[in-house]
């Protein structure tokens, strides 16, 4: 009887665990995963704008917290213009390319704000994966951007370095402070 309320336990267990992990038990023992919705994406107009299946257009603004943010121009492939304006400047790996957004952030709350702290910047690949790693551009730069008060705006500029095979497709995610709950993404294109 011990035997049979183990083996019922185990089998109860193994049940759960694949309806949770989102797999499936096919017939002979063999397990198919389904693939995260998460981790995949596609274009998709009827997703909430803003999403990544849905981003905000090149050139719109989109509002996050008490700043009023517009990705002005993407750059995809910037080595070139980054080794002209630093002679020192490492070029992009084998596979990686350095791609360069411009950036008008303009302040819409009561107090100030610092827009390097209070906003977070990263390239979402193709394929899903994200890049925050700079290309080591340094003029002109957006973190450079100091503490800001109602109604002013600043300007500037950060480079990524991103695996070249992800940027067909890339978006820009932009976010408040470390919250994932008000990111908006932005196309490239």
């Known amino acids: 009887m011990g ?3 183990k083996s019922l336990e185990v089998t109860t267990i193994t049940i759960l665990i694949l309806g949770l992990s989102g797999c499936s038990a096919l017939k002979e023992g063999s397990t198919t995963i ?3 919705q998460l981790s995949s994406y596609s274009p998709d107009l009827d997703a909430e704008l803003g999403s990544r299946n ?3 257009p090149l050139g719109d603004e989109v509002q996050i917290n008490d700043w009023q943010v517009e990705v002005l121009s993407v750059n995809k492939d910037a080595s070139k213009f980054v080794s002209s304006l630093d002679e020192y400047a490492n070029p992009p790996s084998v596979g990686e390319q350095f791609l360069l957004i411009s950036i008008r952030a ?3 709350g009561s107090e100030s704000g610092e827009p390097s702290s209070d906003l977070r910047f990263k390239i979402v690949g193709s394929k899903g994966n994200t890049f ?3 290309c080591g551009y340094a003029a002109d730069t957006f973190a450079q951007n100091e503490e800001t008060f109602t109604g002013a705006s600043v300007l500037g500029n950060l480079c990524f370095v991103v695996d070249a095979n992800q ?6 995610s ?3 402070n470390y919250s994932s709950q008000d990111r908006r993404f932005v196309s490239i294109e």
């Open 3 to 5: 035997i049979r309320i």
């Open 34 to 36: 389904k693939p995260s």
């Open 54 to 56: 849905n981003p905000i």
């Open 106 to 108: 303009t302040y819409l």
């Open 132 to 134: 925050s790693k700079s």
């Open 167 to 172: 940027i067909n497709g890339a978006t820009v």
């Open 174 to 176: 932009i976010q408040g």
